[in-house]
């Protein structure tokens, strides 16, 4: 059987997920652009990649074929963070219905099926794996996936403006280089492009790892070589507030696929920005989204959830409000000079703009709550009361997520988080803020980051020891920190050193201790103390035989 029958559709997007005509679906809002743009779309989630049949279901598209593992990277979501199968998990089982490595075996085999025809690459396993890597599941650096995978370009970021440009382009036979926010392999540099180290150096020397990672950038034209051709990144293109709500204001059905129940609690989310200036260690937001906050108008915002009020569905309830961190919206800096915005004096900091969309929204007919169950950066919530008071009274439903991640000085430097002051006067705020007493905070807590070594992770005991003996209910997730693609942590974890300041830092690499600091910080709640009968020891873990992917090279 081949896909050599007339073309269906113009573009096909083959994606490693669940496709939902939801405006949180990566796949469903590049369907609904294209479509805006006048192009037509077929999909084929999750296909089978033992076979071809799944392949050759919507045929070959006249134009492109897009593919992605969806908005989470396909080993992430295969495996549990000390490398185990997610399906062997005993505490959370998970069997996904896409490969390891999806974006390389999907475009392999499109590759195969259909020679010649255009294969564009997206989403977050592609966009944060565009440049040399570490590989924390193969434990090594790994070329650019465009290089692995032979595509004709990829595109990083949301990618809606890339995707319709390429659509364009193809479809008037011109060729797709200099497309902002895009990738592609080149034999030359162009004159205004910057080179970072290439793919040889930073596999081989963890300074050249280093210096790479600090000038990753989403902002500037960069070039890495990879043994005679280069990867060359354009620019990501400025989004403007008319353009998200251009996006976020076309029809989604919203309907969620039955199989797919986790979306049901998303299903009346709003979004309502992009961009997340907070730069924290961990988190490769910045270079897939930006740092530059770009909110959507109010009136496009209010005028979705008008129309969420009238869908089938809908019972009262706007299941989320926000955006990367809820409470920037509004934060619009311009200039997106690229240097941290958090402290300087030019970022418009106010909450006024969310406090009035809030207030808004829930006004709304037909609206019984706006939840915000997006995260909140709480030390910039502290320069507003009004707005603590606003959430706390209207938006929370019991209970505020909030996450402090830890509690070392040193550990927190490592992720580039506040430093603990303004943690204890926002729960100060928050309980001054609670006037009816029943609502409580809970926080997310990371534990085996670099820099954490046993004494930081005793010290973090100790903490949630404390919390729990104010009152509060400490550990809502125990996250053990994952090197993922191109963050400044996991960088720290592949080199042993911090690429700010090369200081050598301690790296938590071992089975055994990053178990027992998961361990330690568990056996500091109620909670875990109280459960009854199983022997300390073997109750977390102790006898478990070690994964054998996780036998990591002792450096
Ligand atoms: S001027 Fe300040 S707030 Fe604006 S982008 Fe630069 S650092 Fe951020």
Not at 284 to 308: C, K, M, N, P
Not at 321 to 335: E, R
Not at 449 to 459: D, I, L, Q, S, T
Not at 490 to 497: C, D, F, K, Q, S
């Amino acid at each position: 059987m081949n896909g050599h029958r007339a073309p269906e559709s113009d573009v096909v997007l083959i994606t490693g997920e669940t496709h939902v005509d939801h405006p949180l679906s990566a796949s469903g809002v590049i369907a609904r652009v294209l479509e805006s743009a006048g192009f037509s779309v077929g999909i084929i989630e999750h296909p089978d990649w033992k076979s071809d049949a799944d392949f050759f279901r919507r045929g070959a598209p006249r134009l492109f074929f897009g593919i992605t593992s969806g908005s989470i990277d396909s080993l992430l979501v295969n495996y549990t963070p000390l490398k185990r199968r997610r399906e062997k998990d005993e505490n959370a089982p998970y069997r996904s219905a896409m490969p390891d490595r999806a974006v390389l075996v999907y475009t392999h085999k499109v590759r195969a099926l259909f020679p010649g025809v255009p294969v564009v690459l997206g989403g977050i396993e592609a966009s944060l794996r565009r440049f040399a890597h570490y590989d924390y599941w193969d434990d090594k650096v790994r070329r650019g996936l465009l290089l692995d995978s032979r595509a004709d370009i990829l595109v990083y970021g949301p990618g809606e403006l890339a995707a319709v440009e390429i659509a364009r382009r193809l479809a008037d036979g011109r060729d797709l280089q200099g497309i902002a926010g895009t990738c592609v392999v080149r034999k030359e540099v162009p004159g205004n492009f910057t080179e970072i180290p290439s793919a040889e150096a930073v596999a081989a020397s963890p300074e050249a790892f280093a210096e790479a990672q600090m000038k990753f950038s989403v902002r500037a034209p960069l070039a890495q070589r990879h043994d005679t051709r280069y990867v060359l990144q354009y620019p990501a293109p400025r989004y403007t507030p008319g353009d998200l709500d251009r996006i976020y204001g076309l029809p989604y059905s919203r309907m969620i696929p039955l199989g797919f129940p986790e979306f049901r609690m998303a299903q009346f989310s709003v979004v309502t920005h992009r961009g997340c200036f907070g730069r924290c260690s961990f988190c490769s937001l910045a270079l897939h989204q930006g740092e530059t906050i770009v909110s959507r108008s109010e009136e496009s915002i209010l005028d979705e959830i008008r129309r969420l009020v009238r869908h089938a569905d809908f019972k009262g309830y706007i299941d989320d409000l926000g955006g990367p961190t809820a409470n920037m919206y509004g934060m619009d800096c311009d200039t997106a000079c690229g240097k941290p915005c958090l402290g300087c004096s030019r970022l418009p900091s106010s909450h006024e703009r969310l406090i009035s969309l809030l207030g808004k929204a829930r006004a709304i007919p037909g609206v019984k709550k706006v939840f915000v169950r997006s995260g909140i950066r709480y030390d910039l919530a502290l320069s507003s009361e009004k707005y603590i008071r606003e959430l706390v009274g209207h938006h929370v439903s019991g209970l505020l997520k909030i996450a402090p991640e830890h509690v070392s000085k040193k550990v927190l430097r490592m992720m580039n988080k506040d430093s603990g002051e303004a943690f204890e006067k926002f729960r100060r705020a928050f309980r001054k803020a609670d006037a009816s007493g029943r609502q409580h905070l809970k926080y997310y807590y990371m534990v085996a980051h670099p820099g954490c070594g046993p004494e930081e992770a005793r010290e973090l005991a100790r903490e949630v020891r404390r919390l729990e003996k104010e009152g509060d209910r400490p550990i809502e997730g125990v996250q053990i920190f994952t090197p993922t693609p191109m963050t400044l942590s996991t960088a720290m974890y592949h080199t042993g050193r911090d690429p700010r300041t090369a200081e050598p830092v301690h790296v938590p690499r071992t089975f055994q201790e990053v178990k027992e600091q998961k361990r330690m910080l568990a056996a500091g709640t109620r909670k875990e103390r109280a459960r009854p009968g199983v022997k300390r020891s073997a109750r977390l873990g102790r006898t478990e035989t070690v994964p054998p992917s996780f036998r990591g090279r002792k450096r």
